[in-house]
């Protein structure tokens, strides 16, 4: 077989058709033998059922992938390809293998016969497995051959018989044949299980199942502790390769040997055996003929490494899912200072050209099982050569001996050696956890005719949930020099998490609890870093954090007393003062509420501030304030105390009657809590008074009345720790008013009385009373507050007189207020004081007044005389002296100081004089007034003018006008030319 090529449907370089071997009876091999007997060098199928045959051997067409022709399956003989409608399949009719006498189905690890029959000439014949391992015979000499086949594995799907002219087999042809495997002899050597310890509640699932020995109608079956149950079909066998394999196109120019010394261990290039498997094969190539020790064996001190972090064992760290160790701190110089033991030898006898060498030639138990970790060596047993890889063209050949051994390790030089291991591996997705904690799961290998359990393996790991998020959260934002300080991880998804706490260089601690505590032993900003870890992640995370000096001088306060205190539904202003250079957090509770206080350094260092709160209840708070950085913390606590104000103190009676013997003096107040009362009774203290905190009513102590009319001086004071009222008042023993009287003398009529210097006598009368209060308002105060006060102690016995003096004339209203303990009477009367007329003038005296638009306004106005006051309540009438001469009047004349305050007028219609007459009266008495009025015209108003002539002029003629007043006078002439 040379290859599949992209057809060239165009330039067909294949041009004889054979037709006697195509169509529903093609195959490779009928193709083959029809070209070959027809004479041609090359044989081509297309498109499924087209023989062509070509006498040139050169091939124009490009080379594919072979899976291209792979299309069409021939119709002659299933198990081969014939092409596809874009690529052909093309061979050498030169020599090929005609016939294959080869079984149906074939037992596991069991030596075969089979014959072999070739056409044309061919030098060697090879075998080649879908597992890539070659097996070379002897040269061929005849057109048939018996040869030797093992199938010693059940990863064996076909085989592959090459037929060359040379030990490379380079110009080959081949024939793949079919392998179907049965297994007689059904026996489990071993189940082994590795799955992860921890897993992802994120993940499903996967262990690696390894079964050693010969199994067939089998079912692995997986039990979960929740009753689950899953089954899965025994896997075909994996293959491992190990060492540098035999290349299957070595050609003499890229061959390199190596001499092997005697005695001397050449460990194999890559040999390390990286999971539990079986021994099936080893390959290697000779360039002489003779005899070595293959030497397997165990490097004790890599299987178990000391680390920084944990201890390293590749057997429990090898990924099996990346098939590569996951410590990558193995290298040259730990093998170098590692211990071995060989735990196997096998005496090998090698043939010039390629060796290989199945697990019946090695070991008689046909089970040869290698274990993780272990190694491989060769040791000339006699002098020879073995060829090594040269893809690398390099001759930097060197060998590196371990200390006090045998054992060399050859650098830069790969000996080419092919160690082929196989195990059953099963890799699954078997079951995702919802929860969280330790699992049991349970492997069976189980006979699917009988149930037969062969083999259990139990094993048991823990469900972990991966870490995310991570993030460090300090109390507070800074901390305080020698305190111990508290720090807190926090994840939003993460368990089974050890934490590593790094503070800066002062300390790194270890613990499983999201919970630290460290003290700083000095300030400044330093790094916190956190390492998060569990069995399946990793997180870091770091902060900056800093360090101060801490808290100092707390001090809260409200009000002026040592005690705090403030008054009910009014702002209570607390002083606030810390000493601090760094931001702090304080939490203020005020009893019935609480704040938080967030401050900055840039903003309060060594506070002064008031903190307002307003308590709507009265009563007793315990306040406690409390700042903090961190776990540096400063608390201030204390009783802040708020009442009610004092409101309202007042006696309840102002007095008692004359015939009650014991009596007591009451009080109240509107507001006030936790009140205190003292009483004094002309001005001593009283010891026996009684104050109800509830009703904020008090008494004073049980007094005695001796029977006679007195008042009793009574000072009354009440405070608490945010206010104070102190009253004074007189409390009377006595009798109430009956029928009180102001009495006036007579005036000029009634209650009119004539303005004079001297003051007016009034008289006070009351039948009966005791310890009266007089308040005298006059009619002049311009407040509340009376003129004259009069108290007269004990019984009323005589009628009280007295005067005042009013200064200006005018009516006034006069109040008298007459009170005691047990009465209270107001009496009022109004009065009036007038002046006479006398000395009143009138103006204006003979005058002119202007005659405007027909019209003549004249103001009369009415004025005293020398510094004696107007005269008041006087009334005016008026003739104005006209041809109609009507009277008007009376009009009430006001006076205001001087001068009356509504001035009257007359208007007068003609030119002329006149005589206006006014009568002034009041009670005292009348005056006549008789004025002169010239109503005159005026000089422009009342004037017109008059031209002639009145139409027209000639030139040169005079004209005249005349200016001439509305009565007819004539003013002026005034002549024009």
Request: charged content about 20%; overall charge neutral.
């Amino acid at each position: 077989f040379i290859g599949c090529f992209i057809d060239n449907k165009i330039n067909h370089e294949f041009n004889f058709y054979s037709a006697h071997s195509s169509g529903d009876i093609i195959s490779p091999l009928l193709c083959q033998q029809s070209c070959h007997l027809m004479g041609f060098e090359l044989a081509s199928i297309e498109s499924r059922i087209f023989c062509f045959c070509q006498r040139i051997k050169t091939i124009s067409l490009t080379k594919t992938f072979n899976e291209n022709c792979y299309q069409y399956v021939c119709p002659g003989d299933k198990n081969f390809f014939c092409g596809s409608d874009s690529a052909i399949l093309i061979y050498s009719t030169s020599v090929f293998i005609k016939q294959l006498n080869a079984q149906v189905s074939y037992e596991l690890n069991k030596m075969y016969t089979l014959n072999v029959f070739t056409e044309g000439q061919s030098k060697y014949l090879f075998t080649r497995n879908n597992l890539g391992v070659v097996s070379s015979y002897n040269k061929l000499n005849t057109s048939s051959l018996i040869i030797l086949q093992n199938f010693f594995s059940n990863a064996l799907k076909s085989f592959e018989l090459i037929a060359s002219n040379d030990e490379n087999m380079s110009d080959v042809v081949d024939l793949i044949v079919p392998v179907s495997l049965v297994n007689t002899n059904n026996k489990l050597e071993k189940l082994s299980v590795d799955c992860p310890a921890y897993i992802s509640i994120e993940e499903y699932l996967r262990c690696d199942i390894q079964i050693y020995g010969k199994l067939s109608n089998t079912e692995l079956l997986i039990l979960h502790n929740d009753d689950t149950v899953e089954s899965l079909f025994t896997p075909d066998p994996v293959m491992n390769f190990y060492g540098t394999r035999v290349p299957s196109n070595l050609i003499e120019s890229q061959i390199l040997t190596t001499i092997l010394s005697q005695n001397v261990f050449y460990l194999i290039s890559d040999s390390q055996v990286k999971i539990d498997s079986l021994l099936r094969s080893f390959e290697i190539y000779s360039y002489d003929q003779f005899s070595i020790n293959l030497h397997v064996f165990e490097f004790v001190d890599l299987l178990k490494k000391t680390e920084t972090n944990g201890s390293y064992n590749c057997s429990s760290t090898f990924n099996k899912f990346k098939n590569f160790c996951d410590n990558t701190n193995l290298n040259l110089a730990n093998i170098l200072n590692a211990t071995y033991n060989i735990k196997k030898t096998y005496t090998l006898s090698l043939k010039k050209g390629y060796n290989i060498f199945y697990d019946s030639d090695l070991d008689n138990s046909n089970f040869i099982n290698l274990k993780t970790g272990w190694s491989i060596a060769i040791e000339a047993l006699t002098s020879g050569r073995l060829v090594i890889d040269n893809t690398s063209k390099t001759t930097d050949f060197s060998l590196t001996k371990f200390p006090n051994s045998n054992l060399v390790v050859p650098l830069n030089m790969k000996i080419l050696t092919g160690i082929n291991i196989e195990h059953y591996q099963i890799i699954n997705n078997f079951k995702s956890f919802k929860t969280i904690g330790n699992k049991i799961v349970k492997f069976q290998i189980r006979n699917k005719n009988s149930l037969e359990i062969l083999s259990e393996v139990i094993k048991n790991l823990t469900v972990v949930s991966p870490i995310k998020n991570l993030a460090i959260f300090p109390f507070s934002r800074s901390c305080s020099v020698n305190r111990s300080c508290q720090y807190m991880a926090r994840v939003n998804m993460g368990s089974h998490i050890q934490y590593t706490w790094i503070f800066s260089n002062f300390s790194t601690i270890y613990t499983e609890q999201n919970l630290t505590s460290f003290s700083f032993p000095m300030t400044g900003n330093f790094t916190i870093k956190l390492i998060a870890r569990n069995n399946i992640s990793i997180q870091i995370t770091e902060i900056k954090y800093q360090i101060n000096e801490g808290l100092r001088e707390l001090v809260l306060h409200s009000g002026n007393l040592d005690v705090s205190t403030s008054i009910t539904n009014k702002t209570a202003r607390f002083l606030f003062r810390i000493k601090s250079v760094q931001e702090y957090m304080c939490l203020l509770n005020f009893g019935d509420s609480i704040n938080y206080l967030n401050f900055n350094e840039s903003f309060f260092d060594n506070n002064n501030m008031f903190i307002n709160r307003t308590y709507t209840k009265s009563g007793v708070y315990y306040v406690s304030l409390t700042c903090s950085q961190n776990i540096d913390q400063l608390t201030f606590r204390f009783i802040h105390l708020v009442q009610d104000e004092i409101t309202g103190l007042s006696l309840i009676e102002r007095g008692i009657d004359l015939s009650i013997v014991f009596f007591r003096i009451g009080f109240r107040l509107i507001t006030g809590s936790e009140a205190s009362v003292s009483v004094f009774i002309n001005s001593i203290l009283n010891n026996e008074t009684s104050f109800n905190k509830t009703s904020l009513i008090g008494y004073s102590g049980l007094l005695v009345n001796n029977g006679q009319t007195r008042m009793i001086n009574v000072t009354i004071k009440a405070f608490n720790l945010v206010s104070s009222m102190e009253i004074t008042s007189f409390f009377e023993i006595g009798s109430e008013i009956i029928e009180p009287e102001l009495v006036l003398p007579k005036g000029v009529n009634y209650d009119i009385y004539e303005f004079t210097s001297k003051p007016i006598n009034y008289t006070i009368r009351i039948k009966k009373g005791s310890n009266v209060k007089i308040d005298f308002f006059f009619g002049t105060e311009k407040d509340l507050t009376p003129t004259l006060s009069r108290i007269f102690i004990g019984s009323w016995m005589n009628d009280y007189v007295g005067s005042y003096t009013h200064l200006e004339p005018g009516d006034y209203l006069i109040r008298v207020k007459i009170t005691n303990a047990f009465s209270d009477f107001d009496i009022y009367k109004s009065i009036s004081f007038i002046s006479r007329v006398d000395n009143l003038n009138c103006y204006p005296k003979p005058g002119f007044v202007l005659l405007k638009f027909s019209r003549a306004y004249v103001e009369f106005k009415i004025k005293n005389i020398g510094n004696t006051h107007p005269g008041s309540k006087a009334t005016l009438k008026f003739w104005p002296g006209d041809q109609r001469n009507l009277t008007f009047g009376p009009f009430l004349l006001g006076m205001d100081k001087y001068e009356n305050k509504i001035p009257f007028s007359y208007t007068y219609t003609q030119l002329g004089s006149y005589r206006p007459v006014l009568f002034i009266q009041n009670e005292l008495g009348g005056k006549f007034f008789q004025l002169d009025v010239m109503v005159i015209s005026s000089s422009v108003d009342d004037m017109y003018v008059v031209v002639r002539p009145s139409r027209s002029l000639l030139v040169n003629q005079n004209f005249q006008f005349y200016k001439r007043r509305s009565n007819g006078g004539q003013l002026a002439l005034i002549r024009l030319h």
